[in-house]
């Protein structure tokens, strides 16, 4: 049991890390002037990219140890998780539009104003934002829910 708390410990504190690292980068991403700094957003745009993808995959390590995981409750797994498993694919689609459009402008003659003049960005940017929060509640929730110990014993899961 005690590896089972240091493992949970371990992949929870990286999501952890991870959901802050998304944050940072969602809070100064869209605040990066394209046109003079390109290199920046070029290189956030590939570190969020890949954060994304880890995320993804963390969250499947997470719920790996489960006993819904293990014996294909597919189905009550993804009613318990419902949140991030919905929320996570459209805010990366959101955040993949969003950050194409801002790349489309370092290439382009759009200034960061001229950039947030544009009704199309303003909207992908509230999108983009409001799913990247629900993603973000949804990936705690997974945390906070996989800890618990009933998540873990058979006897819960058997009568559902």
Known sequence: ???LKGGYICKSASIFLMLFIDLVINGLM???NQRTQSTIVYGLFAVQLVLRIALIFMLLVLLWGTYMFKYGLFGLLCTHFRAALIFTPLSFVFMIAL???????????????GLWDDRLYQA????HALFSLAMYAGFLHA??????????KPAEWRSK
Do not use: N, Q
């Open 1 to 3: 049991m005690g590896s």
């Open 124 to 127: 992908l940017f509230v999108l």
């Open 99 to 113: 950050r194409v459009l801002k790349l489309v402008a370092t290439i382009g003659s759009k200034t960061l104003l």
């Open 143 to 152: 945390i906070f829910t996989v800890g618990r110990p009933e998540m873990y």
């Open 30 to 32: 869209d605040m990066v």
